[in-house]
């Protein structure tokens, strides 16, 4: 939890100094009440006081009241200005550090987990510095201030005040060893209810289709009981603290005045007067102790639950990265453009066998590299190596001569014009979607996106829809289909203007017609920019300058389209399984 007050600006820390004396203010005013309290006391049961004493000691008393609550007031307005802009920094400090992780951090928290630390886990924050600012500091000086008014009482009515704080402390200490170990366990549990609602609501198609709702309702409850339980005893134990307070608080009253009318009882007539003023200060003070420490239990039962979800946050912000940036160098002539992978071999973290090994192959400036295999057989991964998604765990990549892991990440990733596998969509509109991005360029133009989008083969449905360029476009593209989610990514590409197209089996949703006029134009429109292509069908890539065949990581033949259905094995399967011999020969 400390480790995160370092993000603490100048401001906030002075938001904390001017509350701090505002509550050693509202402290000092809370605890000169009972001594107007005792004195009108006094006045009353003594001969011959005047009224105008009573309504001045009574009026001193009323401002302090006052005075105390506009103190509250200020410091709640502090605490929950600094929480607040404290929770939107550490929250956005979150999510820029989500957005600098490579593949292989992403991999180590689930997207789910990630959701909660960012909303649940900082709003536990949130609420633990706001009442923190409040009960954190109020508590011991209030504590400390009202035990030194009573030190110097009647020794049985403080042994009385320490019995109750001693009951108190068992309490609170009992409540935090059965609660504590269940905090973390909440915070996990939210991290598997998210995950499983957003499971079920991104393939809610599917669910629908297999008819698996049932099955989906009883995994969401599973998880959602599971949660229920663990939240119903955490707060049933919580729920305990407050008549435990009440019976303390109570218990604690009747014996003081037990105890005073014992006093008072065995007392000489002229010393009961002060004797009854004493009990009634001396049971305001003690309140006063108590209630500092019943604001320091709340810490306790806050604390415990916010430092679980402070490691969490922690985890996310001191991860480090894999994948750094370096040093830009300057190209060197001769090779502008082209991309080399020199004996590259990978495995994923704490994997034991290779995904890839032994890749090498050279792409000069224009040519267009195709990459097909067998699922598994690597592609992605490959391709993934290029930007620098991940880092080769053996060999060299290079771009324009010079190893990727030299490049800036923004440098290098200002080269690529990429499409996924999986085409990504943002909430917006479709100008919006397709010029996406920063390419230290100037942002593409209206006629720019135009152009992109008739280059990717999308100019006939975009123009039909409401808007059109300016249509809405859902969260992840649900409001269009699978072909034209990939055109608008494919288009989004293209109006970057880069130096290399990465396109990760990106023209599976297009039907073989449109697929042949977007490579075509493509080809046309782009000339001079180095293309790789991620691909499952030969229709797609036999034009490709080199065609790169991967079976198990491994490079099993490389050539021209002609080339490989004479020498490649491997090749020649995948494509007598598409197409006819026939169908080969006239192509």
Known sequence: MLKLFKYFTKKEWGFIFISTIFIVGQVYLDLRLP?????????????????????????WMLLCALGSMVLSVAVGFFAARLATTFSKEIRKRVFNKTLSFSMEEINGFSTASLITRSTND????????????????????????????????????????????????????????????????????????????REGLTGVRVVHAYNAEKYQEEKFEKANTELTDTNLFVNRLMALMQPGMSLIMSGLTLSIYWIGAYLINHAE??????????????????????????????????????QVSAVRINEVLDTPLSIIDGEMKSTPKGIEGEIELRNVSFKYPDAEEYVLENISFTAHKGETI????????????????????????????????????????????????????KAVLFTGTVKSNVAFGDNNQNPPTDADVKKAVEIAQGKDFVEKMEGQYDADIAQGGTNVSGGQKQRLSIARAVARKPEIFIFDDSFSALDYKTDRQLRSTLKKETKGVTSFIVAQRIGTIKDADKIIVLDEGKIVGMGRHSELLETCKTYQEIAYSQLSKEELENE
């Open 269 to 306: 007539i002229v010393d009961r007067i002060g004797l009854f003023s004493d009990m009634v200060v001396f049971s305001s003070y003690a309140m006063q102790v108590v209630m500092a420490f019943m604001l320091l239990a709340m810490t306790f039962i806050m604390l415990p639950r916010a």
């Open 370 to 421: 195709a990459f097909i295999g067998s699922t598994g057989s690597g592609k992605s991964t490959l391709i993934n190596l290029i930007p620098r998604f991940y880092d080769a765990t053996e060999g060299e990549v290079l771009i324009n001569g010079i190893n990727v892991k030299e490049y800036k990440q923004e440098e290098l990733h200002n080269k690529f014009g990429y499409v996924s596998q």
């Open 35 to 59: 001594d107007f309290m005792a004195e009108i006391t006094t006045l009353v049961k003594t001969e011959g006081s005047e009224m105008s004493e009573i309504w001045t000691a009574g009026g």
């Open 122 to 197: 900082i709003t536990q924050i949130q609420q633990t510095v706001a009442m923190g600012l409040q009960v954190m500091i109020k508590a011991p000086i209030l504590a400390i201030w009202a035990i030194s008014k009573i030190l110097d009482r009647s020794w049985q009515w403080t042994a009385a005040t320490g019995v109750a704080v001693f009951v108190l402390l068992i309490l609170i200490g009992t409540l935090v060893i059965f609660a504590l170990p269940k905090f973390r366990i909440v915070q996990n549990l939210t991290d598997n209810l998210n995950r499983v609602t």
